[in-house]
């Protein structure tokens, strides 16, 4: 995190602080995780801060922290540590952004040759104050990481571009391995959970990538746990499916602060399994499905599953067609 931002950083969501709280339920066993501590998390945090390279892990309170950061995988944050957007699940800071850092895409991708990632993910904030909401930093970004560790595989985790014509395109261009952008929630929680953003123009973002590159694996998330219903969520899939998404992930929402959004319920880990089942048979390559499922957590791993299940999906159809 840049010095300057540290001060700003410290209240999150401004204008939510005169909302009333709002009180969830009392955590369940199979969410408890162990407090991040070891050799290999301190230097992995200390590597970070030293090139200043800001994470999401961090910012948004991921609770797998731990985990990742004891095998130095970490999910750098560009663009700053400030969105322009108040999305009410999120622990993100909302205010307005300071101007692009220049040398942060060499600065991540200096910490992926110091980390000696295999993948590495890629997110940012949302920057609706910028003309092309970012794309050009995503670009420079994923170039710098091919200069310094090229043989890094790169996902990338990106905003909607809502309103910035020709961003997708530029991004897609510069030949991201994976591109994510989640859809968060059902469609009817979209004015509560994520009130910036539009279902529909986040579907067909997705599925614009697949028209530029057939290739290119396409990757979303939601969360449950807020309020929606397992029909919604079967119909979530079938949207995906319909957009060409090629792993989906699900996983247990969980309030940052009583200004955030409330949990509604903690979904059994049973029904997690359920969801996986009923996705893998609508003909998702891959999912992730369990209560501590986020978007880039395993995704080294999950990326070479991708590959796996691609390659057997064509030999499968070769076969057919052989037949």
């Given amino acids: 995190m840049l010095d300057h931002e540290k001060n700003i950083?410290?209240?999150?969501?401004?204008?939510?602080?005169?909302?009333p709280d709002n009180f969830s339920p009392a955590k369940p066993s199979w969410l408890k995780v162990k407090a991040p501590i070891g050799k290999v998390f301190e230097e992995t945090k200390g590597l970070l801060d030293d090139l200043k390279v800001v994470t999401v892990c961090e910012e948004a309170s991921c609770p797998n922290i731990g985990s990742c950061w004891s095998k130095k995988h970490a999910t750098m944050m560009i663009m700053g540590a400030i969105c322009t957007r108040a999305c009410s699940f999120c622990n993100v800071a909302t205010?307005?952004?300071l101007t692009l850092d220049p040398t942060e895409p060499f600065r991540v991708a200096k910490s992926v040759e110091r980390l000696k990632l295999n993948h590495v993910v890629i997110t940012s904030v949302d920057r609706d104050d910028l003309i092309d909401g970012g794309a050009d930093h995503f670009v420079n970004t994923i170039k710098e990481i091919r200069n310094l560790a090229p043989n890094t595989s790169i996902?990338?985790?990106?905003p909607d571009f809502l309103k910035k014509i020709g961003a997708l395109e530029k991004v897609v261009s510069s030949k991201p391995d994976v591109f994510n952008h989640n859809l968060e929630?059902?469609?009817r929680l979209y004015h509560s959970v994520r009130p910036g953003a539009r279902y529909f123009h986040?579907?067909?973002?997705l599925s614009k990538v697949k028209e530029l590159d057939p290739k290119m694996f396409t990757k979303s998330g939601l969360m449950v746990g807020l309020g929606e219903n397992k029909d919604e969520v079967f119909q979530v899939m079938d949207d995906m499916i319909?957009?060409?998404i090629d792993f989906l992930t699900i996983g247990q929402y969980m309030q940052p602060t009583r200004k955030h959004h409330r949990v509604d319920?903690?979904?059994?880990p049973d029904e997690f399994d359920l969801y996986k089942k009923v996705a893998l048979s609508k003909g998702f390559l891959l999912v992730s499905s369990s209560p501590l499922t986020r978007s880039s957590f395993h995704a080294s791993e999950d990326f070479n599953k991708l590959k796996e299940a691609r390659f057997k999906k064509l030999n499968s159809k070769n076969n057919e067609n052989y037949i």
């Fill in 155 to 158: 996902e990338i985790l990106t």
């Fill in 185 to 187: 929630t059902v469609p």
């Fill in 242 to 244: 319909s957009a060409n």
């Fill in 202 to 205: 986040s579907l067909n973002l």
């Fill in 265 to 268: 319920r903690f979904v059994e």
């Fill in 9 to 19: 950083k410290r209240v999150r969501h401004p204008e939510k602080i005169h909302k």
């Fill in 95 to 97: 205010g307005k952004p």
